[in-house]
């Protein structure tokens, strides 16, 4: 995907009122969801991603353990100026809602068995229970 139609969708989805708004959060949501993953999924992920956020998710520092989804909203939160739990669920969600529509069920499956459980709902698709 195209660096602009990226950000585009993230502005939409996430209702940003400009293009850096939208590029701060992909940034930090990307760099925490970069530090948890592993191996081909990880780099089949940053394949799809524009090359500056591709970038982004392939060079974190890792992480010591798996954070909660709880724990990650948190985590974007202390990464975002002013930002409040209550707005890092909603930057989290519009960056990996598009991301879910980005790489597909396939890989988005892949992408959820890193992960604790939890994550398919930041993601916009909930499994089934």
Same mark, same amino acid.
């Given at each position: 995907?195209?660096?602009?139609?990226? =950000?585009?969708? !993230?502005?939409?989805?996430?209702?940003?009122?400009?293009?850096?708004?939208?590029?701060?959060?992909?940034? !930090?949501? /990307? &760099?925490?969801?970069?530090?948890?993953?592993? *191996?081909? +999924?990880?780099?089949? /992920?940053?394949?799809? =991603?524009?090359?500056?956020?591709?970038?982004?998710? =392939?060079?974190? #520092?890792?992480?010591?353990?798996?954070?909660?989804?709880?724990?990650?909203?948190? &985590?974007?939160?202390?990464?975002?100026? *002013?930002?409040?739990?209550?707005?890092?669920?909603?930057? !989290? @969600?519009? +960056?990996? @809602?598009?991301?879910?529509? =980005? !790489?597909?069920?396939? #890989?988005?499956?892949?992408?959820?068995?890193?992960?604790?459980? *939890?994550?398919?709902?930041?993601?916009?698709?909930?499994?089934?229970?």
């Amino acid at each position: 995907m195209q660096w602009e139609a990226f =950000l585009t969708a !993230v502005q939409e989805r996430g209702e940003y009122p400009s293009p850096q708004e939208a590029e701060r959060s992909s940034r !930090v949501v /990307l &760099a925490l969801l970069g530090a948890h993953l592993v *191996g081909d +999924v990880r780099a089949e /992920l940053a394949a799809r =991603l524009p090359e500056t956020f591709a970038l982004v998710l =392939l060079n974190p #520092l890792q992480a010591h353990e798996p954070l909660s989804p709880e724990r990650f909203i948190r &985590a974007t939160a202390a990464w975002i100026e *002013g930002a409040s739990e209550q707005t890092a669920t909603w930057d !989290v @969600s519009a +960056v990996l @809602s598009v991301v879910a529509d =980005l !790489v597909g069920e396939d #890989l988005l499956n892949r992408i959820l068995l890193q992960l604790p459980s *939890g994550y398919d709902l930041l993601f916009g698709r909930p499994l089934p229970g």
